[in-house]
């Protein structure tokens, strides 16, 4: 069942940061439907390249839907229309003959734009830096049966530690927050026993350090968990507020 | 140049224990004084950071793309392996030891890879502390699987995901000790070169990739971690950005290549639907526990799955390996579907891909049952190719997947570049010529948490290092050289462009050095490669300039370095006169077209030494001493 | 209390402010609409509320005093964190399309919330703060919604109290860390009733009172 689509891109184009960037519009033609996305620009770039022009420039890398690089908001949904999909994931099957895509870049002022539809979202790693971590050395670790951990939790924080930190819930978050990224991290550390010595002090040190990036608000409108290519529950979010109160009202940390 | 591997004195288990005894000591106080860079912060590079910072090192750390979290190890699905018997079978360290060597066709170091069983333990216990999110048995302990060449259950798993899971753990204790001051983190950076002062690697060249600027990094050892080199092949199951570039140019700088034609093509991949296609995508190989590979009996039959009568379907694995069936290891199983795709039973629009059938299991257990066991692998399959494989049967075919070969390391990890450290997929210690599945998430860990630690505290307490930094000349030639590559990229202005000419590299790798080789083939690959470059050097076009974000220069950096690599791996094919593991020469099989190995004349390592543009690398053999296993053929008759 | 600080200005000490004032109205409309339903008893019923209402004397001021320290703490607080969340992005979308999680509710959290705290101001003018010296309270009710303006701004009031309750409700419980799957769709689902209930039973009265 061999297909293909026409369809009309409108990329948004920024050469650096300091641009102000605009949209350019492309037609492609004999789209094949099997080819995911990013062959789509793929292709896109290679006849950009063969009229001399610039091609379009995407962050990827595993192109299997794990390693988080990937993204894009495509005709307003961030990682394309596609339920639990990274943009690299998606397939052009999905899309009909005669489609305008209009492809923009995550926007948000803690993810300044780099080029074209990269952006940088070292944000995340400083949420991360801030204490999504458990403190132990390398060689000091206790045998590993030695603490058990209930199956349900174990698979809660699964749940959790599968963000691939794409970026995506900040991208669809109408008030551009990152609280589902934080959530997942601070809970998935808070639901094993290895993690809750240093729970209070991470909750509180994430939190101040994503207040501190530029991030917006949760208000809870969960397009975060809609768009989430991982389908992380605003449960989490949930954990990381609980987390947070017994942080700061029933700890020593201050 | 003399190999020497290194290998303590003693009997096997003791080795280790000897070595670290032996090895010198920097006090704690004095660690602070040495700076040490690695590059890549996949497994091996994540882990090796975090352990050499906790140590008090201090540490700059490299990677290629947005945050340190994306390396490609964050890929890996199945587990990781450890002998803690857990399960009670009878496992052991021994045992681990053995079916790595065996899975490796007798081709690694018996002293590495029992090392490697060893520590196997301590990385499970270090995970765990970590937070990674290993399954549970409802009690709460640690949950086993089974893998592929082993008849014990000894695989520790976090569901699909176990390689992310695994790296966001090396990951966050790097970040803590980012947190604390010692490691710095370099991202969007890519390694163009090895800075080398007497004979000892004391630096980097790296290219911003966000501003094009290049800069010189020095220290008192250079630790790499740069991963493999499958996407020589252009398709290849590794990421986009994967690439031979930094291991190439410390080729380049002096330290030898080790067995580069080894690699390993996984048989249960995705197939290629279209010309367009960028990477494939590996389906795990539990797959094959229920499904049967078929092909259609009449060569160009082009009916649909579902039409052909079961007395013509070939049911080639189970007809050639009554005892295994279908599921024979990786590479006797990938040259089987080469096979028959090459004898026109192919199937599919392409021709190259072979049937793998759910049909008969559904059948006999139940659709819920296979949902359980394989619902999410189904559900991949299908967002990519767009077919429910609970209807008709699945499409697969093999992919490159990982390389044994890398740069040669002795005992140390340390290369035959005084001061250059090699870890990972990067290095070619402990896998042979053939990995068994679940250990390069072992063989990375060990090395960046447990080996490097110690090892290279012994070569900086055992040799005096001079001070350098950034202004001695070698770091001025190394940028101009840099510079001066790129500049010529730039220059060509040609027609083609740079992925043009990686997928006609691709394809000559694959259809000459791939699952199957030949020596007609390879001399001709050989050829083919030199026309390629040449063409490359002449007529490539990469747009854009090099003080902006420039993928496409990125790219061509990359390809070019491919393009010379590729003819190191062909010549290290036609040097290897036998066939084991992952390389199977045709002239070298048993009558039933099994690998035929040749103990007496390459029982060895190859490990080759650069020479110059456009000359010969020289060959130097390591040979492999088997003191404690028998060396047997592998038969899954 | 450098703690106490810091709690009450992140992200989340703010949140837990606004979940925390958020219910107290919730429960504050409870009661409201109980009160109000005596109008269906006719006015001397609700006359002998108002007047009982007003025999607690200080004990009402302090009640009132709290609902003004809440709606000060809600009104600021949802504002700042509003200005936060419009400056989070900059640039927008050209095109913005919702997924499956937004509602109507949540879409327009600030902008009903403004239109509310409009109507309350007018609402205390209208009938808190009336001179009651001549007419009791039912006949100035009885009066007001004579008017079919009046009518209108109420009703569309209302509507707007319906929509911010229905994602305020749940949304309090989920900030102060109450979701669990076994309760959470309990807890939506008396969010989602609790937002008809006030806005049909508000929303009903001043159409009543024209009949009456």
Redesign the interface.
């Known amino acids: 069942m ?1 297909k293909s689509i026409h369809v009309t891109l ?1 990329v ?1 184009r920024q ?2 940061g300091g641009d102000k960037g605009r ?1 350019e519009t492309y037609p492609l033609k004999d789209i ?5 996305f ?2 789509m620009l ?2 896109l770039n ?1 006849a ?3 009229s ?4 379009i ?1 995407f ?6 839907g ?4 990937c993204g894009a ?1 495509v ?4 990682h394309g229309p596609e ?1 639990g ?1 990274t943009l690299c ?1 998606l ?1 052009m ?1 999905h899309f009909s003959d005669g489609d305008v895509l ?1 492809i ?1 870049p995550w ?4 993810f300044p734009v ?2 074209d539809l ?1 952006v ?3 944000a ?2 400083q949420i ?18 030695s ?5 349900g939790a ?2 809660k ?2 749940d959790a ?2 963000c ?2 794409c970026g995506a819930c900040v991208a ?1 978050c ?4 990152a ?1 589902l990224f934080a959530a997942a991290k601070v809970s ?2 808070a639901l ?1 026993p ?2 809750r010595p240093e729970a209070a002090r991470r909750a509180i040190r994430m ?2 350090k ?2 501190g990036l ?14 989430c290519p991982k389908e992380i529950s ?2 989490h ?6 987390e ?2 017994r942080a ?2 029933a700890s020593d940390e ?1 | 140049m003399e190999l020497n591997a290194k290998i303590p004195e003693g009997p096997l288990p003791e080795k280790w224990d000897r070595h670290r005894f032996e090895l010198k000591l920097v006090s704690p106080a004095n660690k602070r004084k040495f700076d040490i860079i690695v590059v890549g912060t996949g497994l091996a590079g994540g882990s090796a950071s975090a352990a050499l910072a906790e140590l008090g090192y201090n540490v700059k750390t490299f990677c290629i793309q947005d945050s340190p979290r994306r390396a490609h190890s964050i890929a890996a699905q199945g587990g990781i392996n450890a002998a803690k018997n857990y399960t009670n079978e009878g496992d052991s360290i021994w045992r681990l030891f053995y079916d790595t060597i065996k899975g490796g066709d007798f081709r690694s170091r018996e002293g590495n890879v029992y090392r490697l069983a060893q520590i196997s333990n301590a990385i499970i216990d270090q995970c765990v502390a970590q937070g990674v999110p290993f399954a549970r048995e409802y009690g709460g302990l640690l949950a086993n699987r089974s893998f592929g060449g082993a008849q014990v259950s000894r695989t520790f798993y976090a569901r699909g995901q176990t390689g992310q899971q695994l790296l966001l753990g090396a990951y966050s204790a790097m970040m803590r000790q980012v947190a604390a001051g010692r490691v710095r983190l370099f991202p969007r950076r890519e390694m163009l070169d090895l800075v080398v002062i007497d004979g000892r690697a004391r630096g980097i060249v790296t290219r911003n990739l966000l501003t094009g600027a290049m800069e010189t990094h020095s220290a008192h050892a250079v630790v790499l971690a740069t991963g493999g080199y499958g996407n020589v092949y252009f398709l290849s199951t590794n990421a986009m950005s994967s690439n031979v570039t930094a291991a190439y140019r410390c080729y380049k700088r002096g330290a030898c290549f080790a067995n580069p034609c080894f690699t390993q093509i996984h048989p249960t991949c995705i197939p290629v639907h279209g010309t367009y296609q960028s990477k494939l995508t590996l389906m795990s190989e539990s797959l094959r526990n229920d499904g049967r590979v078929w092909v259609p009996v009449k060569a160009g039959d082009k009916r649909r799955p579902e039409e052909i009568p079961e007395a013509e379907r070939d049911y080639y694995l189970e007809r050639r390996y009554p005892s295994f069936g279908n599921l024979v290891p990786r590479d006797v199983a990938s040259r089987a579907a080469k096979a028959q795709c090459d004898a026109g039973k192919g199937v599919g629009e392409t021709g190259l891909a072979v049937y793998l059938d759910f049909r008969d299991a559904i059948r006999r257990d139940g659709r819920a049952v296979i949902e359980k066991k394989y619902g999410n692998l189904f559900q991949m399959y299908e967002k990519i190719t767009g077919e429910d494989p609970y209807k008709t049967p699945m499409m697969i075919y093999p992919a490159v997947h990982y390389t044994m070969g890398g740069l040669w390391v002795d005992y140390n990890l340390m290369s035959t570049l005084d001061g250059l450290f090699v870890l990972g997929e990067a290095n070619f210690s402990d896998h042979g010529a053939n990995r068994l599945g679940a250990s390069a998430l072992m063989q990375g860990l060990a090395d960046g948490y447990f080996i490097i630690p110690y090892t290279i505290g012994g070569y900086f307490a055992g040799t005096p290092l001079e001070t350098v930094d950034g202004t001695h000349p070698a770091f001025g030639e190394a940028i101009e050289s840099s510079r001066k590559r790129i500049d010529t990229l730039l220059a060509v202005d040609g027609r083609r462009t740079v992925d043009d000419f990686h997928r006609e590299l691709g394809r000559i790798m694959w259809d000459y050095c791939g699952m199957s080789r030949n020596n007609e083939g390879l001399e001709k690959a050989k050829g083919m490669i030199r026309a390629l470059r040449a063409e490359f050097r002449e007529n490539v076009r990469v747009p854009g300039e090099n003080e902006t974000f420039n993928q496409s220069l990125e790219r061509a950096g990359r390809v070019a370095d491919f393009l010379e690599f590729a003819e190191l791996m062909v010549t290290d094919a036609l040097a290897r006169q036998e066939s084991c593991g992952g390389h199977f020469n045709e002239a070298y099989q048993t009558p039933d077209h099994e690998a035929l190995r040749d103990d007496a004349h390459f029982c060895h390592v190859a490990a080759w030494e650069y020479q110059g543009e456009d000359r010969e690398p020289v060959l130097h053999k390591e040979p492999l001493v088997f003191e404690n296993v028998t060396l047997a053929q592998r038969s899954y008759k | 209390m450098l703690w106490l600080f810091r709690f009450f200005t992140a992200s989340i000490g703010r949140k837990f402010l606004m979940a925390l004032t958020g219910l107290g109205f919730i429960l504050f409309l409870g009661t409201h609409l109980a009160g109000n339903l005596l109008l269906y008893r006719g006015g001397n019923a609700f006359n002998a509320y108002a007047a009982r209402l007003h025999a607690f004397g200080g004990l009402l001021m302090v009640f009132e005093f709290g609902l003004l320290v809440f709606a000060l703490i809600h009104v600021l607080f949802g504002l700042w964190l509003f200005y936060e969340n419009y400056r989070a992005r900059p640039i927008g979308y050209r095109v913005r399309k919702s997924g499956p999680g937004q509602t109507w509710g949540s879409a327009t959290m600030p902008y009903t919330g403004l239109l509310i705290l409009a109507f309350v101001v007018y609402h205390l003018i209208r009938f808190h703060f009336a001179d009651k010296t001549s007419v009791t309270i039912y006949e100035i009710v009885k009066n007001a919604f004579q008017s079919p303006l009046e009518i209108a701004i109420y009703m569309v009031a209302m509507a707007a109290v319906a929509l911010h309750i229905s994602h305020g409700f749940w949304s309090a419980f989920q900030t102060l860390g109450a979701n669990h799957p076994k309760y959470m769709p309990l807890i939506r689902g008396l969010g989602l009733i609790f937002s008809v209930v006030v806005g049909i039973g508000f929303g009903f009265i001043p159409i009543y009172m024209t009949l009456v």
């Open positions: 061999k409108k948004w050469a650096s949209f094949s439907t099997d080819m995911s990013l062959e793929d292709v290679e950009l390249t063969h001399g022009k610039e091609p420039a962050d990827h890398d595993c192109r299997e794990i390693c988080g690089m908001v005709n307003g949904r961030p339920k999909t994931q397939h099957r209009v923009e926007r948000s002022r803690a780099i080029k990269v940088d979202r070292g995340l790693d991360i830096i801030a204490g999504g971590y458990i403190s132990v050395n390398t060689g000091s670790a206790p045998e590993a049966n603490i058990p951990v209930p199956q174990a698979d924080a699964m530690a599968a691939i930190g669809a109408p008030n551009g927050s609280m998935h550390l094993l290895q993690g939190v101040e994503m207040d530029g991030f917006g608000n949760c208000s809870n409108i969960t397009e975060c968990e809609a768009e605003i449960a979010i949930a954990r990381l507020n609980r947070f109160f700061q009202l201050k």
